[in-house]
């Protein structure tokens, strides 16, 4: 991932998986990550899972209006109840501001 520019927005998921439907997870994973490339906003996406089904997705938007837009997705709204109904015990979302931001490469 780039640097990030200073005030954009990150929206960090955390959540731990169900053993439900893991082929029904995995394509609306995907649908998603697809539709979020298409928002106005959308500056990149970021996820790990651990085999224990705990996971941390942070997704990068330009603004909360952006992000906030995404939320409200209607598309996004009903892969977020499926979510709910099947496909994780809990989770946790914090929506934060960049006030820093910088990376590095190994020479």
Same mark, same amino acid.
């Given at each position: 991932m780039a640097r990030l520019p200073i005030g954009s927005t990150s929206v960090i998921?955390? /959540?731990q998986r169900s053993d439900a439907d893991a082929d029904g997870y995995a394509q609306a994973a995907h649908a998603?990550? /697809?539709?979020? =490339?298409? =928002?106005?906003?959308?500056? &990149?996406?970021?996820?790990? *899972? &651990?085999?224990? &089904?705990?996971g941390i997705t942070v997704s990068y938007w330009a603004s909360d209006t952006d992000a906030k837009a995404w939320r409200d997705h209607p598309e996004h709204a /009903?892969? *977020?109840? /499926? &979510? *709910?109904?099947?496909?994780?015990?809990?989770?946790?979302l914090h929506v934060a501001e960049v006030v820093r931001s910088y990376d590095w490469v190994k020479p």
């Open positions: 998921f955390i /959540a998603m990550d /697809a539709l979020a =490339q298409q =928002q106005p906003g959308y500056l &990149g996406m970021e996820s790990v *899972r &651990g085999a224990d &089904g705990l /009903a892969i *977020r109840d /499926a &979510g *709910r109904d099947r496909w994780y015990m809990h989770y946790s």
